[in-house]
């Protein structure tokens, strides 16, 4: 089993977004994926057809068995866990990372973690081939909070792969273009590409599906598939 972790390195960078469209064009690749959602706004669902009145998860769960009978599947064969309606403990959150590990699936799952952006990434319970994918956008705060986070890094015993990703990325803006060179000629954790701003994203949302599905011959759909690539890419390292 491959795990990716996604995660903001602040909140609206659109990791859910990412999270579901990825897990789409991993299907369509024969990838057998399952999706879980880690973030209490518990919006992950959405993207999969999950109406808003369902609003149970795995955060509602007792134990294990209850978990579950949470999982859903949606129309392309995507497995998700939505998050439920409560607030759980870290020590509650790591005990579900470790417990799908006990899942009966194919050897070539990938589990797909949609993380919070309030919670670090070194407090989740991580494994030396494990990925983690911090999405950032060409703006002046993730500059700064990228570097902060590459001292952490530096500070932290850590053996799973860390990568950073610039999502909604604007050609047209002279800043977001001079942010995006300045970051590859300068960290080495940063993706070679980006996921560019496409309208498609918010018009598949409002349909409660993903790119792939709404605009197959869109932008964004070409960009979830160089991300969905470039991981296939890495995981085999």
Known sequence: MQRIFLKGIKGGTGCTAITA?????????????????????SDLGLHFGLLWKNTQGWSNAENFDDV?????????GVIFLPHGNKI????????????????DTPKNTWMLFDCPSHIDISHYALDENDIVVELVNCDAICHSLIY????????????????????????????????????????????PFFINSDEVIK???????????????????????????????????
């Open 21 to 41: 469209n990825l897990a789409c064009v991993l299907k369509k690749s024969d990838i057998n994926v399952i999706a879980v959602d880690l973030d209490p706004k």
């Open 68 to 76: 579950l009978k949470c999982f859903y599947q949606d129309n392309d």
């Open 88 to 103: 759980p403990t870290p020590t509650e959150i790591n005990g579900l990372i470790d417990s799908c590990k006990k899942l």
């Open 148 to 191: 902060k986070q590459l001292q952490k890094l530096k500070n932290t015993e850590n053996s799973w792969h860390h990568f950073f990703l610039v999502n909604r990325y604007n050609s047209a803006s002279v800043l977001e273009f001079d942010l995006f060179s300045l970051w590859q000629s300068t960290l080495p954790l940063m993706a």
């Open 203 to 237: 018009e598949s949302t409002a349909y409660r599906n993903v790119a792939l599905n709404c605009a197959p011959y869109s932008i964004a759909n070409d960009d979830f598939e160089t991300l969905a690539g470039w991981l296939v890419s890495k995981a085999a390292l």
